[in-house]
């Protein structure tokens, strides 16, 4: 049984969805005004290792996702301005040309990272009939209100606001309050926009019709708007990077379950944080990195699932370079060491194939441990089993690891196999060459290229360098 740790309890809880044997997910979107840089990145590595491992363990999956291309604010309490309409202006360009710009950049990264498409992609700007049929609904009972021409979530309506934490409620309101003008037109300070419509933001280039005149959603409506659309009035999982659980996820809880007069949803995942040694890693400080950086520096993707997967979801993690090669040294010898194996045509032996799979499932079942799910990976390649078992254990595993264990390793095969050949020559394409050579030598080019050419018919391909002619065989 899938144990994961709920943030909405504070405790590690069976997992047991509504329905059996299906589970809703939703995932916050990224904010479409840059790259994803790596932070980002970790977050929907470790959001795709939940959804992969949900399948594996047979449940029929609904997994949504928004894109935020409207409404998010460089400070996440409604305040500065929207984060879209600042990147357009960087760029000399319309939102919507960078929303699709990076949106598509971001499904680049993701493909790289095996990160799975979730089901629904849904932008936020397509959703506008949506947030104004809850917002509708929330001013006819009573927990919305219209101040200063926006209209504002009443937070004063609500049992508990604050439902993920019990600090004190002067500490978390430090979070709405940072460096910013406190908004006069709210009631209480934690009450938040649902709609602008009078805004202090001019140059916003997004606007729509609505009941309350021209203007554009707040960012928290439209998780709850499309999670409700597309999963439901009652969701599974929820899940998002640290930071959303306050306000953004806080908010989501109080205007949909103020909206659908019921509990939302049941199950709150949080990924932790990726650091700098100087601190969080942050796409509006400027300070970060994306994946692009990592592989122009050498590094396949796949490192960086690897290097954060050896960590667990729930502590935050601390990037450097030092800790990247040591990732990448590990990732190549555990391709080297499954290189080796060879699974020939033997039978896989049912029971140690059994006994080890249950290994992985118990560290994925507690709580997603991919550290020792890892380990798992080892104690497969260290066990006293025939080669072909273990081959068939690692292609299992790694349908949740998604590490391309099984496909590197054949590449890593297939390479040495090449390099080994062409280090000691074939002696029959070896005198082929050397005929050439002669040919050239006697200006006889017509027999020198019915040479070369009776090669290539044969997949290879001869290279001339200055210090002689190599060959590659090219693999079919
Ligand atoms: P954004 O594009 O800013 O809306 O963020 C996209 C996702 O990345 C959200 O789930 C955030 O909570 C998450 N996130 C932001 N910064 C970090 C970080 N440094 N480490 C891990 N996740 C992050
Ligand atoms: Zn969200």
Redesign the pocket.
Known sequence: MLELYNSLSRTRETFKPINEGRVGMY??????YHF??I??L???IMEDVLDRYLRYSGYDVKRVMNI?DVG?LSGDSDDGEDKMVAGARREHKTVLEIAKFYTDAFFEDCKKLNIRRPDVVEPATHCIGEYIRIIKKLLDTGYAYVSDGNVYFDTSKLGEYYVFNRQNEEDLAVGVREGVEEDKAKHNKTDFVLWFTKSKFEDQELKWNSPWGVGYPGWHIECSAISIKHIGEYLDIH??????AFPHHTNEIAQSESYLAHKWCNYWFH?????TTSG????STGEFLILKTLEDKGYAPVVYRFFCLQSHYRKSLVFSYEALDNARGAYDKLISRIAQLDGGANEVDAASFDAYKARFVEAMDSDLNTSLAITAVYDVLKADIDDATKLALLDDFDRVLCLDLCKNASAKRAADALAQQQKSGDPEILAAIERRAEAKRNRDFALADAIRDELATRGITLIDTKNGTEYRIEQK
């Open positions: 995932t916050c979107g990224p904010t479409v994803a840089h932070g980002n970790r977050t929907y935020t998010h899940c998002g990077g640290i930071d959303n990924v932790l944080h990726l650091n969080k890693m942050s796409k």
